[in-house]
C-alpha cells in the first residue's frame, strides 16, 4: 500500500520549472543516474515512447532540463537550471535522444542508458506526479524504488555470499532486499552501510562494483511504515473518541508516517509556508523571463485593486492575485513549492494565503490550514494521482481546489465535516478537466483554471459553512477521479495533442518561441 508523505507527495518538493511531473521528478531521476555512475559519465541516450506524454513536451515542458540538471547532481532549486543544457555540454557529456516503441503502460516513462569508458548502467522509471518517481528497471532487474531511502546496489557474480555475508554482519531492523537477481543485489535503509562493513563487502568473493545512491525524497519511509489511518472513511473512525481537529489529525499522519516527532511536523510546514509567501511578493513586484507566452499580470491587477477599479470583492480578488503572482514565478523560473504540482502551484496556496491575509490570521494559523490541505491532498495521492498525463488537469488543479476548500473552511471556523464537505464539492466540481496548455508551455490556460480551482475552493468552503448537503463521501469522489482520468483520450492529457493545444492561435505561439530558441542557440 501506498502511505503517501505530505512533504513528499502533496506539498514539495521545492523547484524552479514549469512542470514538477517534468522537472523536478527528471531532476530527481537524473540525481539517481548520477549516483549510479558515481557522477562521471560520458555519454547518455534517452528513449521516449511516442505514445506517451514525454515524447510530444519533454523538451518545451522542462524535462530535459530537470534531467540535465540531475546527471550533473543539482538539486531542483538550482539557479543554474534553465542553463543546465549548457552546462551538460561543457562538462563534456553528450546526450541523444530517441523516440522509440517501449510498449510501457505509463505515460511519463523515461529509460536513461549511461556509459562512460568503464561501464554502462540503464535505468528506467516513471514521474508519477507532482515531482514523485517509481524507478522500476535498473539494468534489466525490476524493482520498484521511490527515492526514499538510501540504496546500495552490490554487484556481484555470486549473489548468495553476498547475501549471507549481509545477514551474518549487518543489524539493522530497517534494512530491505529489493532484488538479488542476474547482476546484483539491492538493498535500502535509513542510511548507508557501515564503511566497515563496505570494506568487508569488497573482499566477499565475486564482488565487482558497490554503489551508493543517496535519497532524493526529503522524508524518509522505513521497512514498514505504518499510518493511523489511509482514506476519509478511516480517519472518521481513528477520530471518533478523539475529537482531533484535521490539522492534529495532519500531524498524527505524517509522524506516524515519516517517523518525525509530532513536535516537528508544524515546523516544516512553516519552512514551506516562508517559501509560498515569498513566492507572492516576489511575483507582485514583477517578473520577467524570455521563453515564456504571458507577461507579468498580477503587477497591474494589484494595482487596479488598490484604486478600487476591480469589481469588488476582497477575498476573492486578493486570491486571484496570489495564484497569478504564484504562478508568474513559475513562469520565470523562480523558486516554487510543488503544492501539488507545479502546474496547479497557484491554486491551493493563493487561495489559502489569500484568506489567510484577508482575514489577518497569524502565521502559526496559516501553517494549519496548510496542514489540512496536506492531508486532503494524502488522501488523493494514494487513491488516486497528480499527474495530468494520468488523470487530466482534474488531477492537478482540481485536487488543488479540493485540498484549499478544506483548509478555507478550517481558517475560518468551520469544523471538521464541513472541511471533508467542502472539500468532496469542490472535487465534484473539477471532475472531467482537461489538460490542454497553449504553446506547449504550462501557462496559458493553466493560470486561468489555476485562478478557476482557488475560487471554486472558496465557492465550495461557504457552501459547506452555510451546511450545503455534499452528499458523495470525498472517498468516493477520489475514486470516481481516478476513474474519470483513465477516460480522458490522450491527446486531452498533457500531450500538446488536443484541446486548446492544437489550435491555430497556439500552434502560431509555439512555432515563435521555437523560432526564437533556433535563433538565439545560432
Request: include cysteine; aromatic fraction near 6%.
Amino acid at each position: 500500500m501506498n502511505y503517501p508523505s505530505i512533504f513528499n507527495d502533496v506539498i514539495g518538493p521545492v523547484m524552479r520549472g514549469p512542470s514538477s511531473s517534468h522537472c523536478a521528478a527528471a531532476l530527481r531521476i537524473g540525481r539517481i543516474c548520477h549516483d549510479l555512475m558515481d557522477g562521471r559519465i560520458s555519454s547518455i541516450e534517452i528513449d521516449f515512447d511516442p505514445n506517451g506524454s514525454l515524447a510530444t513536451t519533454h523538451k518545451d515542458q522542462g524535462s530535459d532540463m530537470g534531467l540535465f540538471g540531475g546527471f550533473l547532481g543539482w538539486e531542483a532549486y538550482d539557479e543554474r537550471l534553465v542553463q543546465s543544457e549548457m552546462h551538460l555540454a561543457a562538462a563534456g557529456i553528450q546526450v541523444k535522444i530517441n523516440i522509440k516503441d517501449l510498449k510501457y503502460d505509463h505515460p511519463n516513462t523515461y529509460q536513461i542508458t549511461l556509459t562512460n569508458p568503464w561501464e554502462t548502467h540503464q535505468v528506467i522509471a516513471n514521474s508519477t506526479g507532482g515531482g514523485m518517481i517509481e524507478v522500476i528497471e535498473i539494468d534489466g532487474v525490476e524493482v520498484s524504488l521511490a527515492g526514499d531511502k538510501y540504496l546500495t546496489l552490490i554487484y556481484s557474480s555470486n549473489l548468495s555470499k553476498v547475501k549471507s555475508f549481509l545477514e551474518q554482519s549487518v543489524i539493522s531492523e530497517e534494512l530491505e532486499i529489493h532484488s538479488d537477481k542476474k547482476d546484483f543485489l539491492g538493498i535500502t535503509d535509513l542510511s548507508f552501510l557501515d564503511q566497515t562493513i563496505l570494506e568487508e563487502l569488497k573482499e566477499v568473493d565475486g564482488v565487482s562494483q558497490i554503489k551508493q545512491i543517496k535519497p532524493v525524497l526529503p522524508v524518509l519511509a522505513g521497512k514498514n511504515p505504518k499510518v493511523p489511518f489511509i482514506t476519509c472513511e478511516e480517519m472518521l473512525s481513528y477520530n471518533k473518541d478523539k475529537n482531533l481537529s484535521l490539522w492534529e489529525l495532519a500531524i498524527k499522519y505524517e509522524s506516524m508516517r515519516g517517523n518525525i516527532p509530532e513536535h516537528e511536523v508544524l515546523p516544516k510546514m512553516h519552512e514551506i509556508r516562508i517559501i509560498l509567501k515569498n513566492a507572492v511578493e516576489t511575483g507582485l513586484k514583477g517578473t520577467e523571463f524570455e521563453d515564456r507566452i504571458l507577461g507579468a499580470q498580477s503587477v497591474n491587477f494589484k494595482s487596479m485593486m488598490e484604486r478600487k477599479k476591480l469589481i469588488d470583492g476582497d477575498v476573492l480578488n486578493r486570491i486571484i492575485m496570489y495564484v497569478s503572482a504564484i504562478m508568474e514565478v513559475k513562469s520565470s523560473m523562480g523558486v516554487i513549492v510543488a503544492a501539488p504540482t507545479a502546474g496547479s502551484c497557484g491554486a491551493m496556496p493563493g487561495a489559502v494565503l489569500g484568506v489567510a491575509d484577508s482575514l489577518g490570521l497569524s502565521d502559526e494559523e496559516t501553517n494549519k490550514a496548510l496542514m489540512v490541505a496536506g492531508l486532503i491532498g494524502v488522501f488523493i495521492a494514494a487513491h488516486s494521482t497528480f499527474a495530468a498525463e494520468v488523470g487530466g488537469c482534474q488531477a492537478e488543479c482540481g485536487s488543488g481546489s479540493t485540498m484549499a476548500a478544506a483548509a478555507i473552511v478550517n481558517m475560518a471556523g468551520g469544523n471538521l465535516n464541513q472541511s471533508i464537505s467542502a472539500a468532496s464539492m469542490a472535487l465534484q466540481s473539477s471532475l472531467g478537466m482537461i489538460c490542454d496548455p497553449i504553446g506547449n508551455r504550462v501557462e496559458a490556460p493553466c493560470l486561468n483554471k489555476n485562478v478557476m480551482a482557488a475560487s471554486n475552493a472558496l465557492s465550495c468552503s461557504n457552501m459547506a459553512l452555510a451546511s450545503f448537503d455534499h452528499l458523495i463521501p470525498l472517498d468516493e469522489v477520489i475514486e470516481t477521479m481516478y476513474e474519470v482520468g483513465k477516460s480522458i483520450p490522450n491527446t486531452l492529457r498533457c500531450t500538446n495533442l488536443g484541446g486548446l493545444s492544437i489550435t491555430k492561435t497556439a500552434k502560431e505561439i509555439e512555432a515563435r518561441l521555437t523560432q526564437k530558441h533556433f535563433y538565439k542557440s545560432c
